[in-house]
């Protein structure tokens, strides 16, 4: 079973700030997701990386994916009120496991004005 | 908005009932799934599809069961709902199986008592 681990669970801070949440793994993903998610709905794909050492930039979201594809990390600059919300990190496996997603935990991300 | 409808939206039944959720959608992706999401466990794959009548187990199979009879509906059964099934359910579809864009609908939320 492939796990992931996300951190940290909660982020409260104030507009202006930068922040990072991780997702970490001992296993090798074929590719990450990062997902958002409001109240009330589902989750929203951000970014797709699949590459090791990929960096991806949202904006003022970027994305790293690890060079081993273990783990990855989403970093959010200036951080807004509109930022605020459920973010979500999921490994997809290889062979069999093509289009299963392993999530993480969440990190509910809260941005004061 | 990827297509997906859900329904119901919101339940509440009783201990050892047999419940059914339905995920119809139009977009004709041949991949569908159904995912929980519960507090601290991010989302979990309870079953998924690959095609009309192929079906396969996720991480927490126990206790539910699938059909898929056409191409754009996916049913959950809960054959005798437990406390342990209030969550709230998720469809998804993507269009393959690998590193593909995976949709969600806007969520089931049952309640178990």
């Known amino acids: 079973t492939q796990l992931l681990e996300q951190s940290p669970q909660f982020l409260s801070i104030q507009e202006g700030e930068n922040l990072t949440v991780y997702c970490n793994s001992s296993?090798?993903?074929?590719?990450l997701q990062w997902y958002r998610q409001e109240p009330g709905e589902g989750p929203v794909l951000l970014v797709t990386?699949?590459?090791?050492?990929e960096v991806k930039k949202l904006k003022r979201l970027t994305f790293q994916f690890g060079d081993a594809r273990k783990d990855s990390s989403l970093h959010i600059t200036a951080a807004q009120p509109g930022d605020t919300g459920l973010y979500l990190c999921?490994?997809?496996?290889?062979?069999?496991?093509?289009?299963?997603?392993?999530f993480g935990q969440g990190t509910i991300l809260t941005v004061h004005p | 908005d990827a297509g997906i409808t859900q329904s119901p939206r919101h339940k509440v039944t009783e201990t050892g009932t047999p419940v059914t959720l339905r995920c119809h959608q139009t977009?004709?992706?041949?991949?569908m799934y159904w995912y929980r999401q519960d507090p601290g466990h991010g989302l979990r794959l309870i079953h998924y599809?690959?095609?009309?009548?192929?079906?396969d187990k996720g991480e927490v199979s126990d206790g539910y069961s699938v059909s898929r009879s056409k191409t754009e509906d996916f049913l959950l059964t809960l054959e005798s709902a437990t406390s342990s099934q209030t969550s709230v359910y998720f469809c998804?579809?993507?269009?393959?199986?690998?590193?593909?864009?995976?949709?969600f609908g806007e969520g089931s939320w049952l309640t178990v008592v």
């Open positions: 999921a490994g997809e496996g290889g062979g069999t496991s093509y289009g299963k997603l392993t």
């Open positions: 990386v699949v590459t090791g050492g």
């Open positions: 296993s090798v993903f074929s590719s």
């Open positions: 998804a579809i993507s269009w393959t199986g690998r590193g593909n864009t995976i949709y």
């Open positions: 977009e004709n992706h041949r991949y």
């Open positions: 599809s690959y095609g009309v009548k192929d079906t």
